[in-house]
């Protein structure tokens, strides 16, 4: 093992030297990274792109050339980020779509009206996502799933001829080091009873998402759609210091940026060898394990994905994802 795979390994083994700017720190200068290739000519969407690493990932790909269109629920934030991005970067091939992630029914009319209005995607980061205080539903569907499962299926389904166009288009979920607590566990997904816990529903669905992504590279040839989770590292970001308040005043002062956080999905974007990549779980530009606990290992991974696209397929058809 080369020196800075034996520094990788012990940074992730350490879990907090991993997960906040010092490993990223450490990774980037031991293995030389450059930037982001550009993404001159190419076509981005980048979802929840009014704050935090959504605003980081928008304002990356604006900034290396890509026509990027940006999602997210708030109009006047969402034109202001938009005027802002442009100003900042000097590309004016930025559009805004307004839509409410969290309502399948808006994210089947905003769905429909994007694969209608874009015949070619090379980039869609699904970046929207946050820690629920409490159980809500909005067409029937629990929020947190809403937003960060059923919102991301719906959009991918309906972008895949645009994708497969993209040669490989590359789809990136941004899951979150809070999987590794929780196994896959559909019941609980779809499950409404119990006393509801924000955070290990957000864990679960994140669980999900990395499912999900590998899944989607089981069905879909990599040369036409490469697909990936992702590890951002811990950031600090508006939702840190709104969900875990504690845990962000602890480790604030090691806590990546956005930027840095948004580094591998926009290394991803541009990427060379895209599509060998596809169904990995990537964090620091490396594929990485999806376990660390034995509890959490699924004795059956390739049915789980069946059984999530099948709900998902489930919840898309119905009265919500019409």
């Given at each position: 093992?080369?020196?800075a795979g034996?520094?990788?390994?012990?940074?992730?083994?350490?879990?907090?030297?991993?997960?906040?700017?010092?490993?990223?720190?450490?990774?980037?200068?031991?293995?030389?990274?450059?930037?982001?290739?550009?993404?001159?000519?190419?076509?981005?969407?980048?979802?929840?792109?009014?704050?935090?690493?959504?605003?980081?990932?928008?304002?990356?790909?604006?900034?290396?050339?890509?026509?990027?269109?940006?999602?997210?629920?708030?109009?006047?934030?969402?034109?202001?980020?938009?005027?802002?991005?442009?100003?900042?970067?000097?590309?004016?091939?930025?559009?805004?779509?307004?839509?409410?992630?969290?309502?399948?029914?808006?994210?089947?009319?905003?769905?429909?009206?994007?694969?209608?209005?874009?015949a070619c995607?090379?980039?869609?980061?699904?970046?929207?996502?946050?820690?629920?205080?409490?159980?809500?539903?909005?067409?029937?569907?629990?929020?947190?799933?809403?937003?960060?499962?059923?919102?991301?299926?719906?959009?991918?389904?309906?972008?895949?001829?645009?994708?497969?166009?993209?040669?490989?288009?590359?789809?990136?979920?941004?899951?979150?080091?809070?999987?590794?607590?929780?196994?896959?566990?559909?019941?609980?997904?779809?499950?409404?009873?119990?006393?509801?816990?924000?955070v290990r529903?957000?864990?679960?669905?994140?669980?999900?998402?990395?499912?999900?992504?590998?899944?989607?590279?089981?069905?879909?040839?990599?040369?036409?759609?490469?697909?990936?989770?992702?590890?951002?590292?811990?950031?600090?970001?508006?939702?840190?210091?709104?969900?875990?308040?504690?845990?962000?005043?602890?480790?604030?002062?090691?806590?990546?940026?956005?930027?840095?956080?948004?580094?591998?999905?926009?290394?991803?974007?541009?990427?060379?060898?895209?599509?060998?990549?596809?169904?990995?779980?990537?964090?620091?530009?490396?594929?990485?394990?999806?376990?660390?606990?034995?509890?959490?290992?699924?004795?059956?991974?390739?049915?789980?994905?069946?059984?999530?696209?099948?709900?998902?397929?489930?919840?898309?058809?119905?009265?919500?994802?019409?």
């Open positions: 093992m080369s020196l034996a520094i990788d390994a012990a940074l992730e083994a350490s879990v907090v030297g991993s997960f906040t700017r010092v490993g990223y720190g450490v990774r980037r200068r031991l293995e030389h990274w450059g930037p982001p290739a550009r993404l001159d000519g190419r076509v981005a969407l980048v979802t929840g792109a009014t704050s935090g690493l959504g605003l980081a990932y928008a304002r990356g790909l604006a900034a290396l050339g890509a026509r990027t269109h940006l999602v997210a629920r708030d109009p006047a934030r969402l034109e202001a980020v938009r005027a802002s991005l442009v100003e900042a970067t000097g590309n004016r091939e930025i559009e805004s779509w307004v839509a409410d992630l969290a309502s399948p029914r808006a994210v089947a009319a905003l769905a429909h009206e994007l694969a209608g209005g874009i995607l090379d980039v869609l980061i699904h970046n929207a996502g946050a820690i629920a205080p409490a159980r809500a539903l909005l067409d029937g569907v629990e929020t947190t799933v809403a937003v960060q499962l059923l919102a991301p299926y719906l959009l991918t389904e309906a972008l895949r001829g645009a994708l497969g166009a993209g040669a490989p288009g590359r789809v990136v979920l941004v899951a979150s080091g809070g999987m590794y607590a929780e196994p896959f566990d559909l019941e609980r997904l779809a499950g409404s009873g119990g006393p509801y816990d924000g529903t957000y864990a679960r669905v994140k669980r999900a998402q990395v499912v999900l992504a590998r899944a989607w590279a089981h069905r879909w040839p990599a040369e036409e759609v490469a697909v990936v989770a992702l590890h951002p590292g811990w950031v600090d970001t508006p939702g840190l210091e709104r969900s875990l308040p504690v845990f962000r005043r602890v480790l604030g002062p090691l806590l990546r940026r956005p930027d840095q956080g948004a580094d591998t999905g926009l290394w991803f974007a541009g990427a060379p060898g895209a599509a060998a990549l596809s169904g990995s779980f990537l964090f620091d530009r490396r594929p990485r394990a999806t376990e660390r606990l034995a509890r959490t290992r699924s004795l059956d991974p390739r049915g789980d994905e069946e059984r999530l696209l099948g709900w998902l397929g489930g919840l898309a058809a119905g009265p919500g994802g019409r």
